[in-house]
């Protein structure tokens, strides 16, 4: 017996399991490195999956709720309901219960018989918990020194030369152009 319970407590009770099938999956991380196969230093934990074939009857053997086409109608509408607004479930197997777990996908088949066939596919997700802490303030310590005043200060005049020099530099090192503006920028200030 397969249980679905939502937060609200409200359950489904599925009245066949054909199979359930399990994935866990773990994600190891791989490095190249030049000579040699990869290195492997990390194992992440993946979110659960589990896929169940199911079926729901319109007449259960000893189950308390609705009998008939309403009980398949009901087991849509938990499905379509939990599933479409991304609710967390509480998943009951012969194993135990476990929680946090979402609805993917539930696919199913309307066949000859009195009843429906699902695959439903669920995924664990794991919830982060948000904590705010509240740091306690502290004083900064002003570490620029005052400003000081040196009075005005006297221009230096550029010597021809040495702006030259510093266009042949810049040519020297593959800059033609930013040697060729500071030439026109030299020469417009009269150097």
């Known amino acids: 017996m397969i249980i679905l319970r939502r937060e609200s407590g409200e359950e489904l009770i599925l009245d066949a399991a054909i199979s359930e099938s399990w994935q866990p999956e773990v994600i190891i991380t791989d490095h190249p490195v030049e000579s040699g196969s990869p290195v ?7 979110p659960e999956r589990v896929s169940l074939q199911v079926m729901t009857s319109e007449t259960p053997l000893g189950r308390p709720g609705p009998t008939g086409p309403e009980r398949v109608r009901e087991t849509l509408r938990f499905l379509n309901e939990a599933g479409g607004a991304g609710e967390l479930l509480e998943l009951e197997t012969r194993y135990g219960e476990t929680d946090n777990w979402l609805l993917e ?16 596919t669920l995924k664990q997700v794991r919830i982060a918990q948000v904590e705010t802490i ?3 303030s502290r004083e900064v310590a002003d570490t620029m020194p005052a400003a000081v005043d040196v009075g005005e200060q006297p221009t230096q005049a550029v010597d021809g030369t040495k702006a030259d020099q510093q266009r042949k530099s810049l040519a020297a090192m593959g800059f033609d152009k930013a040697a060729a503006g500071f030439s026109n920028l030299a020469s417009g200030l009269g150097f």
């Open 40 to 46: 492997s230093d990390h194992a992440q934990r993946q």
């Open 105 to 120: 996908s539930w696919p199913h088949d309307v066949g000859k018989i009195r009843g429906l066939a699902f695959s439903i």
């Open 134 to 136: 509240m740091l306690p």
